[in-house]
């Protein structure tokens, strides 16, 4: 598995607003752009992250626990970051 945290970043917004559209407006990106890697993240796992029906997405189950890991992982980015600031005398 070779997923990057841009795109846990896009799939944790998409899970969280249940929408590539809005995901796409809130990360200032192109509706296109998330779709690719929306659809290059979940070719790297073997259980389906989410499904469409209708004209609605939906996170299974599957999708929902890998969002968690998701939020925790760019929670921890997000305090290396801090700590690197506050390390170099930013904050």
Known sequence: M?????????????ASL?????AAEAL?????AVSIQLKNFQDQFSIPLTEVVGRR???TD???EIARSAEQILNQVEAINYKT???EGQI
């Open 85 to 87: 600031h506050e390390f």
């Open 57 to 59: 997405l939906y996170i």
């Open 18 to 22: 249940q929408s590539v559209t809005k």
């Open 62 to 64: 599957f999708g929902r």
């Open 28 to 32: 200032h990106l192109t509706q296109p």
């Open 2 to 14: 070779n997923y990057t945290l841009n795109q846990l970043n896009i799939f944790f917004h998409i």
